[in-house]
């Protein structure tokens, strides 16, 4: 099975800062890989589909890159309401592995 | 509008079997999957499994075959997770969510708290 690996597990940032998180698959997904936010006690949102294609009503501070292996998520510009963990997940096919996730931290 | 509705929260003794359901509307459910997650109590998104609401074919994740059974039912639009010989590992918030075909999950219902304890 393909292995997903997100980084880091969590960060630290304060209003206003460029944020990146990683996601790298042990195999090539082509752009089949979704990011996701969730909320403390919330159901996740999901932000991004197809790598780089931003969900209807999203902020457009969310990007997302990359294609193959590589894949980033990007806040160009954090906000206190993006306080959140945020997940990767492949889906070229079964399993539709999540990455482990990144707790995002207001500074 | 597309929603899914789960089943309410549940408390099951070990070794005994859950049955979830999510009932869908907004969209022609025949045409599209249902894939669920699960999420323990601080921890993160585990992917469970998905099914084909058009023809019932069903893929579930490698640790948890020969214990889950995945179904839908067009005549309902609801799609049904049954998980068996319950543990206290098993504890968590319990998920489904909308799949088409090779697109990414996208409405979730609101999550079943399933508690396993004695």
Not at chain 2, 60 to 71: D, Y
Request: charged residues 15%; glycine residues 10%; neutral net charge.
């Amino acid at each position: 099975d393909i292995q997903v690996t997100q980084s880091p597990s969590s960060l630290s940032a304060s209003v206003g800062d460029r944020v990146t998180i990683t996601c790298r698959a042990s195999q090539g997904i082509g752009n089949y890989l979704a990011w996701y936010q969730q909320k403390p006690g919330k159901v996740p949102n999901l932000l991004i589909y197809a790598a780089s294609t931003l969900q209807s009503g999203v902020p457009s501070r969310f990007s997302g890159s990359g294609s193959g292996t590589d894949f980033t998520l990007t806040i160009s510009s954090l906000q206190p309401e993006d306080v959140a963990t945020y997940y990767c997940q492949k889906y070229d096919g079964v399993p539709l592995t999540f990455g482990g996730g990144t707790k995002v931290e207001m500074k | 509008q597309v929603q899914l509705v789960q089943s309410g929260a549940e408390v099951k003794k070990p070794g005994a079997s859950v049955k979830v359901s999510c009932k869908a509307s907004g969209y022609t459910f025949s045409t599209d999957g249902v894939t669920w997650a699960r999420q323990a109590p601080g921890q993160g998104l585990e992917w469970m499994g998905w099914i084909s609401a058009y023809n019932g074919n069903a893929h579930s994740a490698q640790n948890l075959q020969g214990r889950v059974t995945l179904t839908a039912d067009t005549s309902t639009n609801t799609a049904y997770m049954e998980l068996r010989s319950l543990t206290s590992d098993d504890t968590a918030v319990y998920y489904c969510a909308r799949k088409g075909t090779q697109l990414a999950p996208d409405y979730w219902g609101q999550g079943t708290l399933v508690t396993v304890s004695s």
